[in-house]
């Protein structure tokens, strides 16, 4: 099981390599919650997910979500 970073908006992967994936096998694993958490928080995203990823069955849990240091993205009106 992996701990990863989401990008809510992307539904992409935080990597070891600080870019973006979309292959959840290729994302960062920070091995729990408090961690993730607190690397998410860091990142220049408007919204993420913490998520366990489960490789054998590729599935995934929802463990948490929130606000990173990116300002949210408004819809023209």
Known sequence: M????ENAESLEYLA???QWTKNASAGKNFGNTGVALAAAKMEMISTFNIVSYIPLTEQFV???HGKGKA?????PV
Request: no cysteine; aromatic share 0%; hydrophobic share 35%.
């Open 16 to 18: 070891n390599d600080g």
């Open 71 to 75: 300002p949210a993205k408004t819809s």
């Open 2 to 5: 992996n701990i990863l970073i």
């Open 62 to 64: 929802n463990l948490g």
